[in-house]
């Protein structure tokens, strides 16, 4: 059972946008900024996306990330098919003393 | 090439130890933030210690007293060593570190298998 709560699976077809979800509680979203990691089938994670909206410089700007009060949301736009991967939103709990993860959502490029 | 390596994993028996290295190369900055997240395979992440400051270290629950945290800034070593070792440890370990916060990790490694079983 994750803290952080995501959808299973999502996907979309090419050129699509897409949009996964994250919520948690006010020890962790609601208080500190989200982080999304992509992790490519076979690979270890990737930062994504880091203070909630931010994008290191090597990571396109199809992607975006939001947050509002104890939920954040990750948005792609212009799908393709190298996006097919699964997705991880986390932050740090301030009640833990540590990261939480959320459960983790397979995204499929149809 | 800033690259992160991980080594030290394998197989054990239940209530056994191992330690677990990951060498840090080709970085330009001081790296002050070092986790440990392993993945069971074919699950999700699962963020498992984290060493920042020099000495302030944080552990998940399911490790505390188990595992322990430390690094060797003279080696740009990190270290995990963990104790009384059980079925449910088994994962790829992933060091992850941040040179700004201790809240995200923008370099990962490429993960080592632990694996504990009779």
């Known amino acids: 059972q994750s803290v952080l709560t995501q959808p299973p699976s999502a996907s979309g077809t090419p050129g699509q946008r897409v949009t996964i979800s994250c919520s948690g509680s006010?020890?962790?979203?609601?208080?500190?900024?989200v982080n999304w990691y992509q992790q490519l089938p076979g690979t270890a994670p990737k930062l994504l996306i880091y203070n909630s909206n931010q994008r290191p410089s090597r990571v396109p700007d199809r992607f975006s990330g939001s947050k509002s009060g104890t939920s954040a949301s990750l948005a792609i736009s212009g799908l393709q098919s190298e996006d097919e991967a699964d997705y991880y939103c986390a932050t740090w709990d301030d009640s833990l003393n540590g990261w939480v993860f959320g459960g983790g959502t397979k995204l499929t490029v149809l | 090439e800033e690259q992160l390596v991980e080594s030290g994993g394998g197989l054990v028996q239940p209530g056994g130890s191992l330690r677990l290295s990951c060498a840090a190369s080709?970085?330009?900055?001081?790296?002050?933030?070092m986790n440990w997240v392993r993945q069971v395979p074919g699950k999700g992440l699962e963020w498992v210690s984290i060493?920042?400051?020099?000495?302030?270290?944080y552990y998940a629950d399911s490790v505390k007293g188990r595992f322990t945290i430390s690094r060797d800034n003279s080696k740009n070593t990190l270290y995990l060593q963990m104790n009384s070792l059980r079925p449910e440890d088994t994962a790829v370990y992933y060091c992850a570190i941040d040179t700004h916060s201790r809240e995200r990790a923008d370099h990962w490694g490429q993960g080592t298998l632990v694996t504990v079983s009779s």
């Open positions: 006010s020890s962790n979203i609601g208080s500190k900024t």
């Open positions: 060493i920042y400051s020099g000495t302030i270290t």
């Open positions: 080709g970085f330009s900055v001081s790296i002050d933030y």
